[in-house]
């Protein structure tokens, strides 16, 4: 399957291609073009669009692009998951409800990212991919030791 989104990757256009890959669909094909042609090339391309104005899996309301992957995909039994989606969403949309201290380190280290000049976004889905591996096995091990909430929270 094919997914389309703007390019200039940041934390959530990183975090949902990882999430599609590991959860969704592992040999999922992705589009990164200008904001202004998402929508067009999806419909050619026959991809599915994300983290776009207006689409699905899309930002509503506080809730960003990834939250919406794990709701419509049915990912959101897995408390480590909904940890990960409340580090995600902090980092990328600055109004997070749940206000997880994870969510600036995690925003800090996409910046750092960006900074590193890599050949476009496809080299840094791969170079970031292990961020959330870590963050993933961060959350399991919070959420198996009882503090569903993040070993930062009180």
Known sequence: MKWITRERAKVDRVACPWLIRK???????????PADKVLEVAE???AIPFDVEGVELGHH???????????????????????????????????SPWRQPESAGLEAIAEGFRRLDLPGDHALLRAESIVYDALLAYCRHAVAGGRREGFFKP
Do not use: H, M, Q, W
Request: aromatic share 10%.
């Open 61 to 95: 309301g506080r809730e960003c692009s990834f939250d919406a992957i794990v709701k419509k995909y049915g990912l959101d039994s897995d408390p480590a998951l909904l940890l990960l989606a409340k580090i995600v969403n902090g980092a990328d949309t600055g109004d």
């Open 44 to 46: 050619r391309e026959g």
């Open 23 to 33: 959860y969704v669909d592992s040999e999922a094909e992705f589009l990164f073009v």
